[in-house]
């Protein structure tokens, strides 16, 4: 009689990193879209309320939740490209190891930048320009 391993198929390598960043990183889009949605909407019940709304994103942790989704949507993206790459080329799953550290480098190169820059003026406001 055959008995059942115990434990999980994954053991910690890059797959199953990238398939639990990848969720996460769906997920949040998943519920940004949907508060985006629900405070949209708000524009047709109650302009004032919605106005209201809109002012408290405002704040310095809405800024990095703002960085947070953009770095959330630009790995889901290029994740999505590689998964796709391993589905359906040929070398897709031999070269799976490899694209995975090329997403995280370009997912690297374009973050910084772009974080420096969506966080450029909440840094200023805070902490005064340095120039």
Same mark, same amino acid.
């Given at each position: 009689?055959?008995?059942?391993?115990?434990?999980?198929? $994954?053991?910690?390598?890059?797959?199953?990193?990238?398939?639990?960043? *990848?969720?996460?990183?769906?997920?949040?889009?998943?519920?940004?879209?949907?508060?985006?949605?629900?405070?949209?909407?708000?524009?047709?019940?109650?302009?004032?309320?919605?106005?209201?709304?809109?002012?408290?994103?405002?704040?310095?942790?809405?800024?990095?939740?703002?960085?947070?989704?953009?770095?959330?949507?630009? $790995? *889901?993206?290029?994740?999505?490209?590689?998964?796709?790459?391993?589905?359906?080329?040929?070398?897709?799953?031999?070269?799976?190891?490899?694209?995975?550290?090329?997403?995280?480098?370009?997912?690297?190169?374009?973050?910084?930048?772009?974080?420096?820059?969506?966080?450029?003026?909440?840094?200023?406001?805070?902490?005064?320009?340095?120039?």
């Amino acid at each position: 009689m055959a008995t059942m391993s115990s434990g999980t198929l $994954y053991r910690g390598g890059e797959g199953m990193w990238t398939w639990v960043v *990848h969720r996460i990183a769906g997920v949040a889009v998943f519920f940004f879209l949907l508060v985006h949605v629900l405070d949209t909407a708000l524009v047709r019940v109650s302009p004032q309320l919605y106005d209201q709304v809109i002012a408290s994103y405002k704040t310095p942790i809405v800024n990095l939740l703002e960085v947070g989704l953009v770095g959330a949507v630009l $790995y *889901h993206a290029l994740n999505g490209v590689r998964v796709i790459l391993v589905d359906f080329w040929a070398k897709g799953p031999r070269l799976q190891r490899q694209m995975t550290w090329v997403v995280g480098t370009v997912w690297v190169v374009l973050m910084l930048p772009g974080a420096f820059f969506m966080l450029k003026h909440t840094v200023e406001t805070m902490f005064g320009s340095a120039a």
